[in-house]
């Protein structure tokens, strides 16, 4: 009943930012930036909802908690110090001014007007839509899965859970664009906040685990691999270290994540989201990471058939029905925000970076945002169709992050510090 009752008022909620938002939309800054006017907490929300999704409350913390059980901590913490605090100190003001100072409102035009070269604009706009359609897709998956488990719908059906997640998406996004996205972000991380805590809280407690320091004894007395599961460093330190890297460092690529940057109305500002977003990147990715290694414990470490099934099943095992309903929305909350990110910043590389910036220059503002909508929903239709097909949640990840971080990172970093950079190299 509590589940039912906290979904009907998340949705109610947010399509009435959508709503709202709507009004406040007279031109294509104000659908895909805001009007460059967002605030410190809207924008360090946005970052750090945008950062964690279904992706890490499903898909990694279950299942890279099963290989490195405590010490995948270190991942959290990461993302709170590489990619949050870190980012925010390097990438904030000089993203700001640079691209306020070359009028550049997505990555793929930055890169242009940055290296005097159209055929990279072109590319990196094919690239930023192609490769977050399997980003996208997990996200989805992240929440089917969850869906699925918490309401007894037949793992075969969970599609129509993605299918729902999507509409939702889709019409607030549609509606307010990235002013309804920061409205909802800021909500959706209060939501995440509470969730987080709730959720560790009650893992801990349960009879599976029994506290901590009884926790940690019984996943040291697992055969075999009990040792590394208690382990600071686990027993693949290098394989851990890799994947921080690549969930902390390569964020700095991501256009959906630089996007915030563009963004934010002052130096004032940045400054303080930073302190804002590392706090709340420490408390969801600490707190996601700490969950998911008590995930054998939970399962009588019987590995499931599909490692993204390990969460829902200890969330569904350890939390009450009403709490459960509050992390379905924590999960819905992080998925949501990510998604909306994903799915402007893709649109606009096709309908800012590929029609209106080389096809034609000349298009109307209501066409070019009639484009953008138009091509919301494309790019929301694919990733729901690769998201129903039986790819892993960390392999998607994994493929898009990748990509788009190795293609965006150092033509990024060198844009914005070295002056001696161009197009020849």
């Given at each position: 009943m509590f589940k039912y009752l906290f979904i009907f008022l998340f949705v109610f909620?947010?399509?009435?930012?959508?709503?709202?938002?709507?009004?406040?939309?007279?031109?294509?800054?104000?659908?895909?930036?805001?009007g460059r006017k967002m605030g410190a907490w809207l924008s360090a929300f946005a970052y750090g909802t945008s950062y964690f999704s279904a992706v890490i409350f499903i898909g990694y913390a279950g299942s890279l908690g099963w290989s490195f059980g405590i010490s995948g901590v270190w991942i959290g913490i990461g993302n709170a110090v590489l990619g949050s605090l870190l980012a925010w100190l390097v990438l904030g003001k000089r993203t700001r001014k640079m691209t306020r100072e070359m009028n550049a409102s997505t990555m793929p035009e930055f890169l242009e007007k940055r290296y005097d070269s159209r055929g990279l604009k072109i590319i990196t706009a094919i690239i930023t839509f192609v490769f977050m359609i399997p980003y996208s897709a997990s996200v989805y998956k992240g929440m089917g899965y969850l869906f699925a488990?918490?309401?007894?719908?037949?793992?075969?059906?969970?599609?129509?859970?993605i299918l729902a997640i999507a509409v939702l998406t889709g019409l607030y996004l549609l509606m307010g664009g990235y002013i309804a996205t920061a409205i909802n972000d800021f909500i959706q991380g209060i939501i995440m906040i509470i969730g987080i805590i709730f959720m560790v809280y009650f893992v801990v407690i349960h009879p599976a685990v029994?506290?901590?320091?009884?926790?940690?004894?019984?996943?040291?007395?697992?055969?075999?691999?009990?040792?590394?599961?208690?382990?600071?460093?686990?027993?693949s330190p290098w394989s851990l270290l890799s994947l921080v890297v690549l969930t902390s460092l390569g964020t700095w690529g991501l256009p959906q994540m630089v996007h915030k940057f563009y963004a934010i109305k002052d130096e004032d500002a940045i400054k303080r989201g930073t302190i804002i977003s590392t706090l709340f990147a420490a408390i969801i990715g600490i707190g996601a990471y700490f969950t998911g290694s008590f995930?054998?414990?939970?399962?009588?470490?019987?590995?499931?058939?599909?490692?993204?099934?390990?969460?829902?099943v200890l969330l569904e095992t350890a939390l009450p029905d009403a709490l459960m309903g509050v992390v379905i929305i924590l999960v819905l909350s992080a998925s949501m925000s990510t998604l909306s990110s994903l799915v402007l910043v893709s649109s606009s590389s096709i309908a800012l970076d590929l029609i209106k910036g080389v096809i034609n220059?000349?298009?109307?503002?209501?066409?070019?945002?009639?484009?953008?909508?138009?091509?919301?929903?494309?790019?929301?239709?694919?990733?729901?169709?690769?998201?129903?097909?039986?790819?892993?949640?960390?392999?998607?990840?994994?493929?898009?992050?990748?990509?788009?971080?190795?293609?965006?990172?150092a033509l990024f970093l060198y844009g914005l510090y070295w002056k001696g950079t161009t197009n020849s190299g």
């Open positions: 909620l947010m399509v009435g930012i959508g709503f709202y938002s709507r009004k406040k939309v007279n031109s294509v800054s104000d659908f895909f930036l805001g488990n918490t309401f007894g719908i037949p793992i075969e059906y969970y599609s129509y859970c029994g506290g901590i320091a009884n926790g940690l004894s019984k996943l040291s007395q697992i055969p075999e691999v009990g040792p590394d599961l208690v382990s600071p460093f686990g027993g995930g054998r414990l939970f399962l009588n470490n019987t590995a499931p058939s599909d490692m993204d099934m390990v969460m829902p220059p000349d298009m109307k503002k209501e066409r070019v945002m009639l484009v953008m909508r138009s091509l919301c929903a494309i790019f929301i239709a694919f990733a729901v169709v690769v998201a129903v097909n039986p790819n892993a949640i960390v392999t998607l990840m994994a493929l898009s992050w990748g990509t788009d971080a190795s293609c965006f990172l």
